[in-house]
T-cell receptor
Framework: AQTVTQSQPEMSVQEAETVTLSCTYD???????LFWYKQPPSRQMILVIR??????QNATENRFSVNFQKAAKSFSLKISDSQLGDAAMYFC????????????FGGGTRLMVKP | EAGVVQSPRYKIIEKKQPVAFWCNPI?????LYWYRQNLGQGPELLIR????????DSQLPKDRFSAERLKGVDSTLKIQPAELGDSAVYLC?????????????FGQGTRLTVV
């Protein structure tokens, strides 16, 4: 079974600074996808960024980028120029290819942004 | 475009009572998911539908939980009878699954409290 581990229960960052959230996963599959989701207090999960395992290039979306280390099974999220609106729970998630987008989530990291 | 709609947002019931949650997915999405999110944890998949067919319900406690997706659109998740340990947020998500991976869109969830 696949597992996703987020070792940082809480992280704090100063507004306009950069923060990196860690995620490791375990799988024997070669075809899979990795995601970072943001969950604000409204509870609605919002996709931040995704990475296809077959792509070597790290995904980027504006201020958000990932460091995908396939051999190490590591998938970290970097948030640059942090904003107050970035404060939320962040979940790393894994989906095997051809599995209908079923997601296995990590335990989450609470990100606090200090003004 | 309307997102995934769930109701109710909150529900408080006494143990041993029945409860039902409703989900209206994004129009045209063929796949629907129910996740349960315990406090301080990541969501866990309960059941996945492809159109009307439940294709993965291995994590659904079938002695007390049931689900249906009539006409491949709306879905209901029922618990009967509820137990104290069922207190959690129940999230519904939908996606259009075909070639490759597509984004799963989440609703705002139903927070269930069993007293």
């Amino acid at each position: 079974a696949q597992t996703v581990t987020q070792s940082q229960p809480e992280m704090s960052v100063q507004e306009a600074e950069t923060v990196t959230l860690s995620c490791t996963y375990d799988t024997s599959e070669s075809d899979y996808y990795l995601f970072w989701y943001k969950q604000p207090p409204s509870r609605q999960m919002i996709l931040v960024i995704r990475q296809e395992a077959y792509k070597q290039q790290n995904a980027t979306e504006n201020r958000f980028s990932v460091n995908f280390q396939k051999a190490a099974k590591s998938f970290s999220l970097k948030i640059s120029d942090s904003q107050l609106g970035d404060a939320a729970m962040y979940f790393c998630a894994y989906s095997p290819g051809g599995a209908g987008n079923m997601l296995t989530f990590g335990g989450g990291t609470r990100l606090m942004v200090k003004p | 475009e309307a997102g995934v709609v769930q109701s109710p947002r909150y529900k408080i019931i006494e143990k041993k009572q029945p409860v039902a949650f409703w989900c209206n997915p994004i129009s045209g999405h063929n796949t629907l998911y129910w996740y349960r999110q315990n406090l301080g944890q990541g969501p866990e998949l309960l059941i996945r539908y492809e159109n009307e067919e439940a294709v993965d319900d291995s994590q659904l406690p079938k002695d007390r939980f049931s689900a249906e997706r009539l006409k491949g659109v709306d879905s209901t998740l029922k618990i009967q009878p509820a137990e104290l340990g069922d207190s959690a947020v129940y999230l519904c998500a939908s996606s259009l699954v075909g070639q490759g991976v597509s984004e799963a869109f989440f609703g705002q969830g139903t927070r269930l409290t069993v007293v």
